[in-house]
């Protein structure tokens, strides 16, 4: 009833304005014709008031038809408005170039909805250039300049006519889920979510705590606490490395090789995650330094992925004679998908058996990928065999990952055992031959002294 009633008031108001503009144009025609030019300086209609423009645009049916076809709504709900942050620069705000007397205009060709959401953010910028700024050096601004039409742009978060402060923190209406859904139905399972509806219990994070809100970084580059997922984390769960050491062996390696999730998500598919970078800076390698051609073609052998021979032939041609900047393979126990990521449970049901991963044929470790930095910057993975991890050719392609008895790569702890065992027997084999020659005596023993003085110092004396 109160929006009607208000339309009520901006239609009657507008009337009486009509009226009086009327009324004043009359009366200008009845002046002198020697005095036209008192007035030209007034000739400029007013600015059109936020009332004026609802008068139309709050009525239902409002759209128009764009060149492509499709169609754009141009319904703007007073009362949704009245609400809004925007309220209070009004429509001219945004829409400053809207001329009352030329409104709507004859023709005004849009070629799309992303043509002229694309454009519109623009007028964003004039207010808010530190948050596009920030935008920019985004993901989702890289997606944007790739071409991607999905990629999100302000309007597609934020609701021009509808912005309430701090409603993207409220856990029902963050718009990050209109395009990561299935992430966001997992992280509303998560002990992150469930801490967050239970206001007595505090702080819990929602999407843009981790990831930021405008300048969102791909997560899944860097690695350890640093750098990878993980920086996030310790953004709030300080001290935890100290926490780890108290019972769990090796800590900061783990930290170094095994992601979060992996333990703290404990329902959630395990794999090996085997990334290609740059063996002097640890840097990820990308799809356009490698070539995709070149690893495509790989990745498809025998149809089943990378195996073994394939990924060391791949090494060998990176590292080819006469390249500076040698490629490497750093490995990182992870989770499957990026849902199953943000299926965090309870510390108190977090993985703490040793045996889950440290166990002869842990799944954790029959599934493998490999994987460049795509240029948006996210990781791009392709299939390999479990094999890879498993043979003989991979000591130098895992070397980085593996550790001898940790990750249950038999082949590997056999070849390295036996590689030990036979640097010791050299050792042990010269000592025990030295002994055997000299017991038996036939050890002769370095009779002579330098310049071939005899040893028992005779020969010519110094005067």
Request: charged share 15%; net charge neutral.
């Amino acid at each position: 009833m109160g929006g009607c009633y208000t339309l009520v008031k901006v239609r009657r108001a507008l009337l009486g304005v009509g009226l009086g503009i009327a009324a004043f144009g009359a009366g200008v025609a009845l002046l002198p014709a020697a005095a036209p030019t008192a007035f030209a300086a007034d000739d400029a209609p007013p600015p059109a008031t936020s009332e004026q423009c609802l008068g139309c645009h709050g009525a239902e049916g409002m759209e128009k038809t764009l060149a492509d076809g499709a169609t754009l709504q141009l319904q703007v709900p007073g009362d949704t408005f009245a609400k809004s942050v925007h309220n209070a620069i009004g429509c001219t705000g945004c829409h400053s170039d809207v001329d009352l007397a030329a409104h709507p205009p004859a023709e005004k060709t849009i070629e799309s909805k992303r043509s002229f959401s694309l454009a519109m953010t623009q007028i964003c910028r004039g207010c808010h250039a530190d948050k596009f700024d920030q935008w920019e050096t985004s993901i989702h601004a890289a997606l944007v300049r790739n071409g991607d039409s999905a990629a999100p742009i302000c309007t597609d978060c934020h609701n021009p006519h509808a912005v309430i402060k701090d409603a993207a923190t409220q856990i029902n209406q963050v718009p990050c889920q209109k395009c990561h859904s299935a992430i966001y139905t997992a992280y509303s399972g998560s002990m992150h979510a469930q801490y967050r509806r239970s206001s007595d219990k505090g702080y819990a994070p929602i999407c843009s705590d981790c990831h930021s809100a405008h300048d969102v970084k791909p997560t899944v580059l860097g690695q350890g606490p640093q750098h990878g997922p993980e920086a996030a984390c310790f953004g709030c769960h300080d001290g935890v490395l100290a926490t780890h050491k108290t019972w769990l062996p090796n800590a900061a390696l783990h930290f170094q090789v095994v992601s979060c999730p992996a333990c703290h998500s404990p329902y959630a598919q395990r794999k090996v995650d085997l990334l290609l970078i740059d063996s002097k800076n640890s840097e990820a390698r990308g799809t356009e330094q490698i070539g995709v051609p070149l690893f495509d073609a790989s990745s498809h052998s025998d149809g089943k992925g990378i195996d073994a021979a394939t990924l060391w032939n791949l090494l060998q041609t990176l590292n080819r004679a006469g390249i500076a900047d040698k490629t490497a393979l750093r490995g990182r126990l992870d989770v499957l998908t990026g849902p199953q990521a943000h299926q965090l449970a309870d510390k108190t049901k977090a993985i703490s058996d040793c045996q889950v991963c440290h166990s002869a044929g842990s799944p954790a470790f029959q599934s493998v990928t490999i994987s460049l930095v795509g240029p948006d910057g996210r990781r791009v993975g392709y299939g390999a065999n479990a094999d890879v991890l498993n043979s003989a050719t991979s000591l130098e392609s895992v070397s980085g990952f593996y550790a001898i008895g940790g990750t249950r790569i038999k082949i590997l702890d056999i070849l390295l055992a036996l590689a030990v065992l036979a640097g010791l027997g050299i050792v042990v084999g010269h000592l025990t031959l030295g002994w055997l020659f000299k017991y038996f005596g036939m050890y002769h023993p370095h009779n002579g002294g330098h310049g071939g003085r005899p040893a028992d110092g005779g020969g010519p004396k110094a005067a």
